[in-house]
Structures are given as C-alpha cells and as structure tokens.
C-alpha cells in the first residue's frame, strides 16, 4: 500500500533560519512525490514535486525538497525561512500502481516560524 | 483562470437535513477530486472522476454520501441525512488531463451540523 508519514505534528523555527519539514514515503515502485502547503481558511497549494530526474527539487517561495531513495524520504527545505511560512504542509505520494491517479496525503506538518 | 470554486464556503444545518456541495472545476481540467479534512482523520480522499465519470468511491464513508458530475463544469457531493460527525472541510480538486499530477485545490466549504 502506499502511504507517506510526516512525523512532526510542529516544527518551530525562528525567522531567518534554516527549515525543514520531515516526510517518508512508502511505495511499490519508483515515486511521484509532492508538497502542498494550506494556509489558514484555504485551501491546498501546490509547492512542488518530484516525478523523476535531478534528486533536488526547487518550487515556489524559495522551498526545495530532496529525494532520497535509499531513506524513502522526501524532506521539504527552506535555506532561511520567513513568518509567512507559517502554515500546514501536507507531503503526498500519488498512486503509480493499482489505482494509477489516487494521492495519498501525510497527516500534515504545522510550521511556526517566529519573528 | 478563476480556480476551483465551491460554493456554499459555510453551511450549518441540522442533523438529519440534506446537505449538498457544489464544485465549479478548472475549465479544461478532467480530473475532479472531493476530499475532507478534519483534525482527526486529517485529508482523506472520498470520490474522484475522470471525464465525469466516478473512478474510485472507496473513500465514501457510507451511504449517505453520495457524488455526482453530470457535466466537466459541475460536481456535487450530498450527504443525506446529515450527522454531527460530518462536520469537516470538504474540499474539491481538479487536475489537467494525462493524469492529476499537480492537483489544484478550492478554497473548501466548512460544513457544521449540529
């Protein structure tokens, strides 16, 4: 079965430091992998994904997010975060097998980034 | 682009009353996807359609819920009757044709029973 888990419920982190935002994937075959970030009373935004190629992601607002097969893992990263990052990031793995277009979401991230 | 739309963005109602959800998709997207997200179940995925027709419903609590896209701009998820425990955000995604690989999300709808 597939599934992704992000597990830190919170990640605190002061402005201007570097953040990142744990997610580990598990996946029959090779992975489509993405993050998406809900800020408050909206909904999920696309920030950026993974489908094959260069293991090093770049997306929107500056967040980057490193594929490691070996660690089944797909961390998000910000080299110095801000407090508008402040929000839910939810990792997700799409479905390559049975149910070929079925996303599946991790429980979600809440960052804190403080002035 | 004027994104996904659903309407109405809160909705409180009674238990037992028919609830029902509309979602406008993205002109020329042919994926459409209805989730909900609650603090405990966090985003779980209900129904999704392709080309207007229901692929996999296996998220579908039970059967008072129910979803229909008669048409590539329009899609409802109704609920009928309605409980407290469907309290939730309900929200619709759409996704470009050759596989939902960027999925793009409404603003949501909060629904409360009570």
């Known amino acids: 079965a597939q599934s992704v888990a992000q597990p830190e419920d919170q990640v605190n982190v002061a402005e201007g430091n570097p953040l990142t935002v744990k997610c580990t994937y598990s996946v029959s075959g090779n992975p489509y992998l993405f993050w998406y970030v809900q800020y408050p009373n909206r909904g999920l935004q696309f920030l950026l994904k993974?489908?094959?190629?260069?293991?090093l992601v770049k997306g929107s607002y500056g967040f980057e997010a490193e594929f490691n097969k070996s660690q089944t893992s797909f961390h998000l990263k910000k080299p110095s975060a801000l407090v508008s990052d402040s929000a839910l990031y939810f990792c997700a793995v799409r479905d390559r097998t049975y149910n070929f277009n079925k996303f599946y979401f991790g429980s979600g991230t809440k960052l804190n980034v403080k002035p | 682009d004027a994104g996904v739309i659903q309407s109405p963005r809160h909705e409180v109602t009674e238990m037992g009353q028919e609830v029902t959800l509309r979602c406008k998709p993205i002109?020329?997207?042919?994926?459409l996807f209805w989730y909900r997200q609650t603090m405990m179940r966090g985003l779980e995925l209900l129904i999704y359609f392709n080309n207007n027709v229901p692929i996999d419903d296996s998220g579908m609590p039970e059967d008072r819920f129910s979803a229909k896209m008669p048409n590539a701009s329009f899609s409802t998820l109704k609920i009928q009757p309605s409980e407290p425990r469907d309290s939730a955000v309900y929200f619709c995604?759409?996704?470009?044709?050759?596989?939902?690989?960027?999925?793009?999300f409404g603003p949501g709808t909060r629904l409360t029973v009570l």
């Open positions: 002109s020329g997207h042919d994926y």
């Open positions: 993974y489908i094959t190629g260069d293991n």
């Open positions: 995604a759409s996704s470009r044709p050759g596989g939902p690989d960027t999925q793009y």
